[in-house]
């Protein structure tokens, strides 16, 4: 794991998002799938994996600031290629571009197989703190 570790928030708690922090130039997040995981069609529903790339892709941003400082998504692209029902999956998020005030990360998703099951694509508002009060945000 590396430095810059911001806490957890509940919502990925308990979704059961599994942190595992940076592994070669990666930042990654495993989940083990579970049935409430699961959409009508009883494959891992769409708002999940994007749930999962948005927090990986925003905590690659987060470990290139310093500490203390945070971003928010401001638009990402996802493509799901195939379905997945059950075992483990992972997400790589990485870091590619920074300005000043934005940058651009890109990942994806991989099933216990190594086969890759979506990737996106996201550009991040770069906050001075981690969290902002209603007023800061506008």
């Known amino acids: 794991m590396s430095g810059n ?3 957890a928030g509940e919502f990925t708690e308990r ?20 049935p409430d995981h699961m959409s009508r069609a009883e494959r891992a529903h769409g708002g ?9 892709l925003g905590r690659a941003v ?20 195939r379905p997945v029902q059950h075992g483990r999956i992972q ?3 990485r870091m590619r571009e920074m300005t000043r005030r934005l940058a651009y990360a890109e990942g994806e998703i991989l099933n216990d197989q190594g086969k890759r099951l979506a990737c996106a694509s996201g550009t991040f ?3 001075e703190t981690f969290a902002q009060k209603d007023r800061e945000r506008v």
């Open 62 to 81: 987060i470990e290139h600031l310093p500490e203390g400082r945070g971003c928010a998504t401001v638009e990402m692209k996802i493509n799901f290629f």
């Open 125 to 127: 508002f770069l906050t």
């Open 48 to 56: 999940l994996l994007f749930t999962l790339l948005d927090t990986c």
């Open 91 to 93: 997400a790589r998020g």
């Open 15 to 34: 979704i059961g998002f599994e942190y595992r922090g940076v592994d070669d130039g990666d930042y990654v997040i495993e989940l083990a799938l579970r």
């Open 5 to 7: 570790q911001a806490p």
